[in-house]
């Protein structure tokens, strides 16, 4: 799984004067579990602090900068860049503005800003205790997917260096573009660590029907100890272990998402079998109502209300992403609801996302 269920991402405001950079020199041993406040100290950088110059490309790096780590997809230089790559997409980061991460939603309806909020950043100082790789693939994987949607022309693998002229400056100030992606994450899937509370953060958007009664993330993970578990890095696990053979598990993102006959739904997830899914649009009620939204939409569904959309689960072994789309029907806004089963799909789910 970002009412805040979509949300995409934004790295630290550069907030600090420029200072030189001081070249790595007898470095301690840099690992996978030296935190980013740590390397930061070695590099003799501080967290925020301005970039020297505009972004390298990834040749330069190669060519003119001493590479003094390379673990997890993440080469760090010398002078505080880092060159993320994924396998397919590749990003480079200046490691002070990793230090910082805010999450941003949808805008909130007047009756919502009461009690919800349109952005949640992590504490200060989250990022800088946790492993420098772990705080760089963050803000790496979001800048590629966010570039990717908006099609502002992030690096691909396949391809060795930028185009002549071309760096990566504009993304340090990306946070000004137009967010046309929303997402509903309940882990932060290139990490494979403890997502930060995510599951804390972005329980209370999704409601869940099994065995007829109405459950929140909170009594799912408590009941199901294999449902968005650390063990299974937060992805959703309808497995038959926990819900035994064949029970369907409602699940519905309780916040309301504008859609038009453009909109994809991309599913992340893997399955142990193909089979004929089952993914829902559901009419918000004309007024107030006095149950949960998940039980409201479960109602609609039963009563032939809910719009159906042509969603299959595809077998494969590893992770893939599919898109449905939202072909016919009227623009609006729309509860999202699914079906996952227990049976010989036994789906994991790692990520939904509205695109436009």
């Known amino acids: 799984m970002e009412n805040k269920n979509t949300f995409t991402a934004q790295t630290a405001l550069e907030k600090n004067a420029t200072a030189p950079v001081a070249a790595a020199v007898q470095l301690p041993p840099i690992t996978d579990k030296t935190t980013l406040g740590e390397l930061l100290k070695m590099l003799n950088l501080t967290p925020g602090q301005r970039k020297p110059a505009k972004t390298p490309t990834p040749k330069k790096l190669r060519t003119t900068v001493e590479q003094i780590a390379n673990m997890h997809n993440c080469v760090l230089y010398s002078n ?33 800003k009461n009690t919800l909020k349109e952005t949640d950043t992590l504490k200060e100082g989250l990022l800088e205790d946790n492993p420098w790789v772990t705080a760089a693939t963050l803000i790496a994987e979001h800048r590629i997917e966010h570039h990717m949607d908006t099609n502002a022309g992030i690096g691909h693998s396949d391809i060795p260096d930028y185009a002549e002229g071309e760096d990566e400056t504009s993304i340090d100030s990306y946070e000004a573009k137009d967010y046309r992606c929303a997402e509903f994450m309940w882990r932060e899937e290139p990490i494979n660590v403890n997502p930060l509370d995510v599951p804390e953060k972005y329980g209370i958007l999704l409601g869940f029907v099994v065995n007829g009664g109405f459950r929140t993330l909170t009594n799912m993970r ?33 916040q309301r998402i504008k859609l038009t006959s453009d909109s994809k739904i991309q599913f992340c997830y893997n399955s142990g079998a193909t089979e004929d899914g089952m993914l829902y649009l559901i009419n918000p009620p004309g007024g107030k109502i006095d149950v949960p939204i998940t039980l409201y939409a479960r109602s609609e569904i039963e009563y032939g209300r809910a719009i159906q959309l042509d969603f299959q689960w595809l077998q494969t072994q590893k992770f893939i992403t599919t898109e449905t789309g939202c072909t016919g029907i009227q623009p609006g806004e729309y509860y999202l609801c699914w079906v996952g089963r227990s049976n010989n799909t036994h789906p994991i789910i790692r990520s939904v996302k509205v695109k436009e």
């Open 80 to 112: 505080g860049f880092v060159y993320y790559n994924n396998g397919c997409n590749h990003s480079v980061l200046w490691l002070p503005y990793c230090v910082g991460f805010t999450y941003h939603f949808n805008p909130l309806k007047d009756t919502e």
């Open 222 to 254: 408590s009941q199901f100890p294999n449902f968005c578990s650390e063990t299974n890095d937060y992805a959703l696990f309808y497995d038959q272990e926990d819900f035994n053979w064949d029970a369907q598990v409602l699940t519905c993102v309780e």
